[in-house]
């Protein structure tokens, strides 16, 4: 299975709305390789870190090699 791009894994986090709000608006939005034990526990290639422009919620999702969403909280 090949890792997707940072990039990529970027646009996947912009593509899902504030789970406070369900706006697709961030005010800010970072997007880092996953700790070994993420990726040894749930599977997560990405942890994409996103503070919405609406209503300032911070969430944290995990997007895995394939680029689907493992976790959010």
Same mark, same amino acid.
């Given at each position: 299975?090949?890792?997707?791009?940072?990039?990529?894994?970027?646009?996947?986090? !912009?593509?899902?709305?504030? +789970?406070?709000? !369900?706006?697709? +608006?961030?005010?800010?939005? +970072? #997007?880092?390789?996953?700790?070994?034990?993420? !990726? /040894?526990?749930?599977?997560?290639?990405? #942890?994409?870190?996103?503070?919405?422009?609406?209503? /300032?919620?911070?969430?944290?999702?995990?997007?895995?090699? /394939?680029? /689907?969403?493992?976790?959010? +909280?």
């Amino acid at each position: 299975m090949a890792k997707i791009s940072r990039e990529r894994a970027e646009r996947i986090a !912009k593509a899902h709305a504030c +789970s406070h709000c !369900k706006e697709y +608006s961030y005010r800010r939005l +970072s #997007v880092k390789p996953a700790a070994k034990a993420i !990726k /040894d526990e749930l599977g997560a290639a990405w #942890v994409a870190t996103k503070t919405c422009g609406v209503c /300032d919620h911070t969430e944290e999702i995990g997007i895995a090699a /394939d680029g /689907d969403i493992v976790y959010a +909280s």
